[in-house]
């Protein structure tokens, strides 16, 4: 079975094309860093109308890197949600439109769970079960997988996500759209231990997340210690640093104790923080000394693409499932409530 997968959840416009036999042929993404910038983060109308521009002819793109006609497709899948309701419209419509055009099954795919299966792409791919950390700009969730549709969410942020919490305290050092990355670029110049940021909520049991008061700690740190330090530019490498160990220690001890709880030695890292290089190599740690593993998929697939969703989409369409000509977008979604494949 071949399938088309279409991504518009928020800034990004993801197209692909995977082949049940074959694997992944093609996939193009495109990103509105530069559109967004000057507002200083997503304006939704004008995401929209990117996606609007730009997906007719990355169809058209991908399909001829991956040498298939319209005749050779048997699905297409789309983000229809979590993400921007007019964004994921977008996707919804013209995907919906394409299988019906073409006479083949359509399906919506869960945004998420198309994060959660991206590691499933690469060799060697992580064997079920497995715990997940899905750590985005929107999402920070540690999930229990036995299956593709069997998930239990075992803890979550209560309040800010990870990316967020980082795009927010970059935005505080006055650093460009996206904050994300350019903070962990920041940290890589930053003198380890010059400040130490609280791990929030690893002092009590549990497994959910709390990201908000790092982002209130470091406007406090920023504010005091920059007005004392002659090294401006090198304090807020020094704070950068410090929030980033905090970040990374504070993900890696909730995941060490899901994959404890969980009896499990594999470990899922997916969405856009899991391309965070500290992260990974802590987390690569602890796996190590448990004597299990951790699995990401390449950076190329971390952020939001369209390889994610034809692989999701693949596999529930492959299961039988399908949906009418009525579509949907939903803004929010819980990945729990997804219909289950059965095992096998």
Same mark, same amino acid.
């Not at 995977?18 to 694997?23: M, V």
């Not at 406007?219 to 002659?230: G, I, K, Q």
């Not at 640093?241 to 104790?257: G, H, N, P, S």
């Given at each position: 079975?071949?399938?088309?997968?279409?991504?518009?959840?928020?800034?990004?416009?993801?197209?692909?094309?995977?082949?049940?036999?074959?694997?992944?042929?093609?996939?193009?993404?495109?990103?509105?860093?530069?559109? +967004?910038?000057?507002?200083?983060?997503?304006?939704?109308?004008?995401?929209?109308?990117?996606?609007?521009?730009?997906?007719?002819?990355?169809?058209?793109?991908?399909?001829? =890197?991956?040498?298939?006609?319209?005749?050779?497709?048997?699905?297409?899948?789309?983000?229809?949600?979590?993400?921007?309701?007019?964004?994921?419209?977008?996707?919804?419509?013209?995907?919906?439109?394409?299988?019906?055009?073409?006479?083949?099954?359509?399906?919506?795919?869960? +945004?998420?769970?198309?994060?959660?299966?991206?590691?499933?792409?690469?060799?060697?791919?992580?064997?079920?079960?497995?715990?997940?950390?899905?750590?985005?700009?929107?999402?920070?969730?540690?999930? +229990?997988?036995?299956?593709?549709? +069997?998930?239990?969410?075992?803890?979550?942020?209560?309040? $800010?996500?990870?990316?967020?919490?980082? $795009?927010?305290?970059? #935005?505080?050092?006055?650093?460009?759209?996206?904050?994300?990355?350019?903070?962990?670029?920041?940290?890589?110049?930053?003198?380890?231990?010059?400040?130490?940021?609280?791990?929030?909520?690893?002092?009590?049991?549990?497994?959910?997340?709390?990201?908000?008061?790092?982002?209130?700690?470091?406007?406090?740190?920023?504010?005091?210690?920059?007005?004392?330090?002659?090294?401006?530019?090198?304090?807020?490498?020094?704070?950068? =640093?410090?929030? /980033?160990?905090?970040?990374? /220690?504070?993900?890696?001890?909730?995941?060490?104790?899901?994959?404890?709880?969980?009896?499990?030695?594999?470990?899922?890292?997916?969405?856009?923080?899991?391309?965070?290089?500290?992260?990974?190599?802590?987390?690569?740690?602890?796996?190590?000394?448990?004597?299990?593993?951790?699995?990401?998929?390449?950076?190329?697939?971390?952020?939001?693409?369209?390889?994610?969703?034809?692989?999701?989409?693949?596999? =529930?369409?492959?299961?039988?499932?399908?949906?009418?000509?009525?579509?949907?977008?939903?803004?929010?979604?819980?990945?729990?409530?997804?219909?289950?494949?059965? #095992?096998?």
């Amino acid at each position: 079975m071949r399938v088309l997968g279409i991504e518009t959840s928020c800034d990004e416009t993801g197209v692909a094309i995977y082949d049940g036999d074959a694997g992944l042929l093609a996939h193009e993404v495109h990103s509105q860093v530069d559109l +967004h910038a000057a507002y200083g983060g997503v304006v939704p109308e004008l995401a929209s109308r990117d996606h609007i521009r730009r997906l007719t002819p990355m169809i058209r793109l991908v399909m001829d =890197r991956a040498a298939t006609a319209p005749a050779d497709i048997h699905g297409v899948a789309y983000t229809a949600g979590p993400g921007l309701v007019g964004a994921l419209l977008v996707g919804a419509g013209l995907g919906r439109s394409l299988a019906w055009g073409w006479g083949v099954p359509a399906i919506g795919v869960h +945004h998420m769970e198309g994060h959660l299966l991206a590691p499933l792409l690469e060799e060697p791919a992580p064997a079920f079960p497995f715990v997940a950390l899905l750590v985005s700009g929107g999402h920070t969730q540690l999930v +229990h997988v036995a299956q593709i549709g +069997h998930y239990r969410l075992l803890g979550e942020s209560v309040d $800010d996500a990870a990316g967020e919490a980082f $795009d927010k305290t970059a #935005k505080i050092l006055g650093l460009p759209y996206p904050g994300g990355p350019a903070l962990a670029k920041l940290a890589e110049q930053g003198q380890p231990g010059r400040y130490r940021f609280p791990r929030p909520m690893t002092d009590r049991p549990g497994l959910d997340f709390s990201f908000s008061g790092l982002k209130t700690f470091a406007l406090n740190t920023v504010r005091d210690e920059l007005a004392r330090r002659p090294d401006t530019e090198q304090a807020k490498a020094d704070i950068a =640093r410090a929030f /980033e160990d905090a970040v990374v /220690e504070t993900l890696a001890i909730k995941c060490r104790r899901a994959v404890e709880a969980a009896g499990s030695d594999r470990l899922v890292l997916a969405g856009g923080v899991s391309a965070n290089r500290r992260l990974r190599a802590r987390v690569d740690e602890m796996m190590a000394a448990r004597g299990g593993r951790a699995f990401y998929p390449r950076p190329a697939l971390c952020t939001d693409n369209g390889a994610m969703i034809a692989f999701a989409g693949h596999e =529930r369409l492959a299961a039988g499932l399908a949906e009418p000509l009525a579509f949907t977008a939903m803004p929010r979604w819980p990945l729990e409530g997804l219909p289950a494949l059965e #095992k096998g």
